[in-house]
């Protein structure tokens, strides 16, 4: 039997009116023409209609496991330990990748070097609006102070996590970006796709109190040993993207006249 290349992980816990069926399915659908794919669920116990979505899909899922855990982070780690990709990629209750991503993506990272790759995303509004975010392509000038990545767009190495460590149990909501610190410091690299790959829903746990997602970001850029300064207007700058219309509005015609 071939080698498995990637491991898609989606965590969730009381997530079937959040998108859990249209992320699985859509996983499923796509996985059915790679067989060098492996699809991981790890659920946090759900007492939701979740296991009605869960048995749809039942045959497709390779690993899959419901138990009470210790929040995302640990989720996350669990997904981990499960896999037995080349790359992982999160894929989480409610977001799903694009059309044909998982093709693609298999393509790239079969002959992949870097110990992260990561691409564009679509960030769907609740109210059916849909953005393109576009991941920044100078990620190295920025990493030490705030987020270069987006998460369902980010796909990570196994190696990455047998040289820094897990996700820290201790963070609530930027264990990913903690976890890319500390992958750049011991000196993996990253690789930027000019190509969407993801669609993110907004009404999750990012989402959600946005203040506390950047605020976290913000104290392990700082504990990190980046400049205060720097962290801090990062931080100031993050939030305005993303909750603030006039900031976006602005933001976008400056790019018009530039």
């Known amino acids: 039997m071939d080698e498995v290349v990637l491991s898609i992980v989606t965590i969730s816990y009381n997530s079937s009116g959040d998108g859990l069926e249209k992320t699985i399915s859509t996983i499923v659908d796509q996985k059915v023409d ?5 699809y991981i669920v790890i659920d946090g116990g759900s007492t939701d209609d979740s296991f009605g ?3 749809k899909f039942r045959s497709s899922i390779d690993f899959f496991v419901s138990e009470r855990d210790q929040g995302i982070s640990d989720a996350f780690n669990k997904g981990v330990r499960a896999a037995s990709g080349k790359y992982i990629w999160f894929v989480n209750a409610g977001d799903y990748p694009s059309d044909g991503a998982l093709s693609y993506m298999l393509s790239i990272l079969s002959s992949a070097s870097e110990g992260i ?3 564009d995303m679509y960030w769907m509004e609740l109210d059916g609006e849909q953005r393109t975010l576009l991941a920044a392509e100078n990620y190295e000038s920025k990493i030490n102070y705030v987020m270069p990545f987006m998460h369902p767009s980010t796909i990570v190495s196994a190696e990455v996590f047998k040289s820094v460590g897990l996700f820290d149990l201790r963070l609530k909501r930027a264990m990913d970006y903690d976890l890319f610190i500390r992958a750049y410091k011991y000196g993996y690299r990253a690789r930027k796709i000019n190509k ?9 746990v990012h989402d959600l109190d946005y203040h506390k997602t950047v605020y976290e970001v913000f104290k392990v850029a700082y504990f990190s040993n980046s400049s205060f300064i720097k962290s801090f207007l990062a931080m100031v700058y993050t939030y305005l993207c993303q909750k603030s ?12 006249f530039l």
Do not use: Q
């Open 34 to 38: 790679n067989p060098l794919v492996e």
């Open 53 to 55: 979505v869960y048995e």
């Open 117 to 119: 790759i990561y691409a």
């Open 196 to 204: 969407v790959i993801s669609h993110m829903s907004a009404g999750g």
């Open 245 to 256: 219309p006039v900031f976006i509005f602005i933001k976008t015609k400056l790019r018009t």
